[in-house]
């Protein structure tokens, strides 16, 4: 059952940032979703007597629920980014599509998990749905800062599909992962501030305009 609502609540983080419209909101959310997946990587640990896990767990609570949403609030107020989110679509649209993600990964992915000898590839779906929202979310944003939180929402996907397939790709595996999104963070960090310092705004769009 606890499995369950971690699960639900991942899914449910993953489609609340289609349609929340405060980056603030959009970073908890996220700080959220990690939290539920390191409870789900604890969980998995000690169901399956997996004991790197729950190390690989802590590494998520540490970086993705403490550090990363650290840096990514002080972006926004360093940067004084408004906090608004400008979407390309509707969130209307944004909702369906969200919905969308998770019916198909459920009409392809579903199927398979029955064949999978791990009894955590249940999970599988929801991790491939996570992945999906994240490349939506990146592609229908037009702020950096909103783009950088849709290729977090990824890594995500990818964690939860790495506790779903094999319990965690083995820790070597899970710290490289981890060291990935704390270099994501800080390059994103400074990615951000030198493009305010050197057009003045953050905004995809505005960037595009400046092409050629």
């Known amino acids: 059952m606890a499995l369950e ?7 449910l983080a993953a489609w609340l940032s289609l349609v929340h419209r405060r980056l603030e909101a959009q970073i908890y959310l996220y700080a959220t979703q990690s939290a539920a997946i ?3 990587a604890f969980l998995v640990s000690i169901l ?5 896990l729950a190390v690989t767990g802590g590494l998520i609570v540490g970086l993705n629920v403490v ?3 650290w840096l990514l609030r002080r972006i926004l107020r360093d940067l004084r980014i408004p906090p608004e989110i400008n979407m390309l ?5 944004s909702a369906l599509a969200g919905l969308g993600c998770l019916l198909l990964s459920v009409a392809v992915i579903g199927p398979l998990t029955p064949l999978a000898e791990i009894p955590a590839a249940g999970l599988l ?6 992945v999906l929202i994240g490349l939506f979310t ?5 702020k950096a800062f909103s783009q950088v939180l849709g290729i977090l929402g990824m890594e995500n996907g990818v964690f939860l599909a790495g506790i779903a397939l094999t319990y965690g790709l083995g820790l070597l595996l899970e710290l490289g992962i981890a060291a ?4 994501l963070a800080i390059v994103s960090r400074l990615f951000l501030h030198r493009m305010k310092d050197t057009f003045d705004t953050v905004d995809a769009d505005v960037l595009r305009s400046l092409e050629g």
Do not use: D, K
């Open 5 to 11: 609502l971690c699960a639900a609540v991942v899914l």
């Open 38 to 40: 390191a409870g789900i």
């Open 48 to 52: 399956y007597a997996t004991p790197l």
């Open 67 to 69: 550090v990363i949403p």
């Open 89 to 93: 679509v509707s969130v209307r649209m």
């Open 125 to 130: 779906p929801i991790a491939v749905t996570v």
């Open 138 to 142: 990146t592609a229908t944003r037009r």
């Open 180 to 183: 990935n999104l704390f270099v």
